[in-house]
């Protein structure tokens, strides 16, 4: 099976995920694209997603902050390269973190809850030139043959902001939390699913949009635990490929890698973890 060189001299392996064909992704009104969809992921629910047409996606980057982010993206946000399209779920610190610098270091636009993206401008955290609205339902093409389509989490949002004439933190209503699906140019979908605990519309999400691959959180207290987000999976989501995300940075989300594999024995789904800092490819 062929390997292929991650961040931080970490081997990992490229893994094959079947993908819709360019003709698929040409009658949805994308371009069609060769090639693989990479994802590295920086920690908690963040993650550095390049499409087959060479696009830099990022998604809910708690880095700089972030306990278990690798060092090279804590000390320096241009490891990140070009960025060509930054998406936050809500304004939880730990999904938030660094994207308004991000924001303004690459010129791109943020992409989020609109009632999340209206107090960063108002409070004067972003331009509004660099920022889009939209909610669940809604869905933007941001670039040339990607989509991108709000879709329910449930969970809750809340901005904390550094007041600099007080120098006080204040906490200032952000709407509510969302997922993503992002179609690449040849049609494979990600669901991220941002922060959530179990809802039944997971089944309908995954019906409707058909997703590729999708990154649960299985950390627990906030968010499902691993035994939750396996019954989701196996019960209601039912997709080809997994990647088990949203844990061990926090000491009171209790859910672990090995009790979400555990409660997927038997599935045939597909499970694939990582390690912070690795890249795969689909």
Do not use: C
Not at 47 to 71: C, E, H, M, Q
Not at 142 to 166: D, M, Q, R, Y
């Amino acid at each position: 099976m062929k390997t292929s060189r991650v961040t931080g001299g970490l081997l990992s392996l490229a893994f094959a995920a079947s993908v819709v064909t360019g003709a698929s992704a040409q009658a949805q009104g994308g371009p069609a694209a060769t090639g693989k969809t990479e994802l590295l992921w920086l920690g908690q629910a963040s993650f550095r997603i390049k499409s087959p047409g060479g696009k830099v996606i990022v998604v809910d980057p708690w880095l700089t902050n972030g306990p278990k982010a690798p060092a090279a993206y804590k000390s320096d946000l241009n490891a990140l390269g070009k960025v060509d399209l930054l998406l936050v779920t809500h304004a939880h610190v730990d999904h938030i973190g660094d994207a308004p610098a991000i924001a303004k270091l690459n010129n791109t636009v943020l992409y989020g809850p609109a009632d999340m993206i209206t107090p960063l401008v108002t409070l004067g955290v972003l331009p509004a030139n660099l920022t889009h609205r939209f909610n669940k339902s809604g869905h933007v093409t941001p670039l040339p043959g990607i989509k991108v389509t709000a879709v329910k989490a449930e969970h809750s949002s809340l901005l904390v902001w550094n007041n600099p004439a007080t120098g006080k933190n204040e906490a200032h209503p952000a709407g509510e939390a969302m997922g993503y699906i992002i179609q690449m140019e040849n049609g494979f979908k990600i669901w991220h699913m941002g922060d959530t605990g179990l809802f039944p519309d997971m089944q309908f999400i995954s019906e409707h949009y058909k997703p590729d691959l999708v990154l649960i959180p299985i950390g627990g207290n906030f968010t499902m635990d691993h035994d939750d987000a396996a019954f989701a999976a196996r019960t209601w989501i039912k997709p080809k490929n997994i990647i088990p995300i949203h844990y061990g940075a926090n000491p009171i989300t209790k859910g672990t890698l090995a009790g979400f594999q555990a409660a997927m024995q038997g599935s045939p789904i597909k499970v694939f973890p990582m390690t912070e800092g690795q890249t795969i490819e689909f």
